[in-house]
């Protein structure tokens, strides 16, 4: 239920995901640890959703329910849907490495041992596609015969962006593809992004850092202790404060270092200690006895958000 | 107190290019330097040569005159990008916030790091809760220069500007000189009073060292 | 919206039982330690009459009171082999002590001094590992006069490369973490960052490279007496009797080498296993699994 994409294709929808990790606290006993909860997000055609948070608010995790790689004592429930039609764990393995991509953070991701043009060719793919990508890329043909330590920063960013166009994907999902790089070749990386979704793939884009998702995406999810707080036009960020619904996502414009760069209080509550109700009630400047409650997602002005004050 | 880069030049071995040549730059205490510059230009590999881990191929790095100590504390402390691969994962984290000096309840109020946390494994805490004790474990008495690199990086944006209230904050009351290593030019302008340009201060171009 | 599907029904994911993986595992590893351990002492403290000459009782099949029969002078089986078993776990014991000694000096002084020391035991290791093992142990067993000491050396001496390396491994790297790093500028001592940081790390792969010796080293002392440099043909040992039950195979003695075999096989699983299993718990990446 896009509000702003009626006319674009859903690629991927998740709806009230829960993931928990099984895990033994005192010798034998095991508990279960919720880290993901009721958390809905969608990403469409030709767009890129940026995917905000701090570490530890389950950006990855999403990531990794989506494309099926959670280590063994993970639990999930809820619903994922791709191009409108469930998700299942067969169709992960089948789908990812071809219609679903993971662009990963760094070389480091990479056979250290294998020549690079043989890793983007992968088990999959051809020689022909590979240097179709290549080209694409501008890099020449003999980047193919380069092992990873060779290549240089850009060079790397390139490499890892074209195993995302070997095949027709249509969802790809960038974990923090970002730092560690300056602002150049940080823009640069987003800008092959942007070309992507221009060519109608979807585009998760997950980072922590709100400046460089601004500048790219159309939409942007914010994530807080394992769910949604707020999701809505990137516009809405780049208008200010009050654009925005969620008192945590106004926080974060408060924060940048190119505004006051006054922090809020307090942090993140730990996914073995939530408080009931609002998940960001303890930091909150709107706080009411109503934040108690169970809060739902809801639409306003254009954008939806978990907060019973939102106006 | 000053910290002194004189003449700086580093390589890893003779035959590798050299990553910095002839770097001069002074650090006071008063000084809050902000390290600036694209990647490759040799900013990390400097960080760590000022505060003692690399030594440095030719020329020396002086505090007040006198080499760096290669025994005991040093005065001169790193706080790095990654504070989960800067604590022991099999320490709680209070033998990791107590490991060299014992932060008083005041210190750890105003850093934010709570009572609970000190029970819990590293694994259970985020990237800045962790980057919280690592920079509370180098705020000891005789810390008298922190270098920064990178060290908000990782963090969303109110974290990192918690962070560095903090660290500005401790600093201006201990009297401590600060080096931070950042690519964001909108923080080194907020929380800096001088930026200096490794590509102005080292004669060394990334593009040379390739072609070497 | 309204046909949600549950994503992971029926998956293995949600299945929870009673009995936990770590559980399990306990149960594995106390099982078979205690496996182990009573064979071991029951061939210490053993009378050697059960397994003595009684030529009345000569090729008796498998019964009640010969559980795996009796061999061309008359000798239980059942007891011999326990008693040889025992035998074998005593030289593992013994190779594995020394080997795992060897191995934990080597592999930090490669890993601490660096350089020459470095690449000098580094070759070591590449040289035991390059040459055909069982034509070591042959030839060390040889020239230290056969017999239980010459195998026991020869399987002690033999089994240190591969742990040196796994040691030498986790020391660089643990010696190279950041946190170890930034233990030394805060003034810690070269002892205590090796008692706090190091010798942490570098025990728990230690201990486990340990428990997967004693296969080996059971493994090589039986083929070793097998082969006949071993323990002498007095001494109750699995590769002797196997080599004698060699004999009366084509005459359809098939207890003779059956179940002697089979007990050296389970033992050396179950070596296995424990260590498998220790080293899944030990491990922070499939610990909670």
Known sequence: ?????????????????????????????????????????EVFSGEILAVVGSSGSGKSLLAHSVLGILPDNATITGSMEFMGKPLTEKDQKKLRGEQIVLIPQSVEFLDPLMKVGKQVKGIKGTVEKMREAFRRYGLS?????????????????????????????????????????DMEMAMETLRHFRQLADQGCG?????????????????????????????????????????????????????????????????????GDLPKGCLFADRCPLRTEECGGKIQMSSVRGGKVRCVHAT | MQLKADNISFRYNDKSPWVLRNVNFTVESADRIALVGPSGYGKSTLSKILSGYLKPTEGKVLLNGELLPEKGYCPVQMVYQHPEQAVNPRWKMDKTLNECWKPDQNLLDSMGIEKEWLKRWPSELSGGELQRFCIARVLGPDTKFLICDEISTML????QAQIWQLVLEISEERNIGLVVVTHNMALAEKVCNKIVRLPEISVQKPEERISV | MHNDSIFAAGSPRLKSSGINTRKKMIIYITAACVYLIAVLIAGLVMNPDLYGVHYENKFLTPSFSHPFGTDFMGRDMFWRSIKGLSN?????????????????????????????????????????????????????????????????????????????????????????????????????????????????????????????LFPHAIMHEASLTFLGFGFSASTPAIGGILSE???????????????????????????????DKLKMLLNPGSGNQ
Request: aromatic fraction near 8%; include cysteine; hydrophobic fraction near 50%.
């Open chain 1, 1 to 41: 239920m896009g509000v702003l994409n009626n006319n674009k294709e859903s690629v991927l929808k998740v709806k009230n995901l829960t993931v928990s990790f099984s895990r033994y606290d005192r010798g034998w006993n095991k508990t279960n640890l919720q880290v993901i909860h009721s958390l809905d997000v």
């Open chain 1, 141 to 181: 043909e003999n980047v193919e015969k380069m092992y990873p330590f060779q290549l240089s920063g850009g060079m790397a960013r390139r490499v890892l962006v074209s195993t995302a166009v070997m095949e027709k994907s249509k969802l790809i999902i960038a974990d923090e593809p970002t730092p560690g790089l």
């Open chain 1, 203 to 271: 585009v998760m884009l997950i980072t922590h850092d709100i400046d460089l998702a601004l500048s790219v995406a159309d939409r942007i999810a914010v994530f807080y202790a394992g769910t949604t707080v707020e999701e809505c036009p990137a516009e809405d960020f780049i208008k200010g404060k009050k654009a925005l619904r969620h008192p945590y996502s106004r926080a974060f414009i408060d924060a940048l270092p190119q505004n006051s760069f006054k922090p809020i209080k307090g942090t993140q509550p730990y996914a």
């Open chain 2, 156 to 159: 969303d944006v109110i974290t």
């Open chain 3, 88 to 212: 074998s776990i005593l030289v593992g014991l013994a190779a594995s002590a020394v080997s795992s000694v060897i191995a934990l000096i080597f592999g930090v002084a490669a890993a601490v001094a660096g350089g020459k020391t470095d690449k000098i035991i580094t070759w070591l290791v590449d040289c035991c590992m390059g040459m055909p093992h069982i034509v070591l142990l042959l030839l060390i067993s040889y020239m230290m006069g056969r017999g239980g000491f010459g195998v026991a050396f020869a399987v002690a001496v033999t089994h240190w490369p591969e742990l040196t390396r796994l040691v030498r491994a986790e020391v660089l790297q643990v010696k190279n973490a950041q946190y170890v790093q930034a233990a030394v500028k805060m003034g810690k001592s070269k002892t205590r960052i090796a008692k706090e940081h190091i010798i942490p790390h570098v025990l728990p792969v230690y201990l486990i490279g340990l428990v997967l």
């Open chain 3, 245 to 275: 039950a060699m004999k009366h195979i084509v005459t359809g003695k098939w207890w003779l080498c059956l179940f002697p075999g089979l007990i050296l096989l389970v033992a050396v699983m179950l070596f296995d296993v424990i260590g």
